[in-house]
């Protein structure tokens, strides 16, 4: 997961992320692909739950934190609100597009609000 905090994670990565990880603990646990058990079967004999993209998410908090509160040109480059025009061809997804769809559209301002402030940000 290394340099996890600058992914931006859509549907279907975040599935393949997490059937990885489930690969991964089956490999751990000596579950052979050939038994009929389910993925739920498997955490709950391993006592564990699927955290692997919780863990990223809260990377990612904890990254645009930092970048938020640093220089101007940062902050431009992490919203996406710089001049200049965007090349051709389908548009890559940014970071804010990724926390839009974590968090919602709405909170996406009050999120940015929150960020400025250190204490606020790490009490939620």
């Known amino acids: 997961m290394y340099g996890c905090e600058a992914w931006t994670i859509s549907k279907q990565i975040q599935n393949k992320l997490e059937a990885t990880g489930m690969w991964f603990l089956r490999r ?3 579950v052979p692909w050939t038994t009929k058990k389910t993925n739920e079967r498997v955490l709950n004999e391993a006592n564990k739950r699927r955290s692997l993209v919780r863990t990223i998410r809260k990377r990612q908090a904890t990254f645009l934190g930092q970048v938020m509160r640093r ?3 940062k902050h431009l480059v992490t ?3 710089f001049e ?3 090349s051709t061809g389908r548009q890559r997804e940014k970071i804010m597009d990724g926390l839009a769809t974590w968090l919602g ?4 301002s009050d999120t940015l609000a929150t960020v400025k402030d250190r204490d606020l940000w790490w009490g939620t």
């Open 71 to 73: 220089g101007k040109l």
């Open 28 to 30: 751990m646990l000596q």
């Open 84 to 86: 200049g025009k965007r």
């Open 79 to 81: 919203t996406g609100k």
């Open 105 to 108: 559209p709405g909170k996406v």
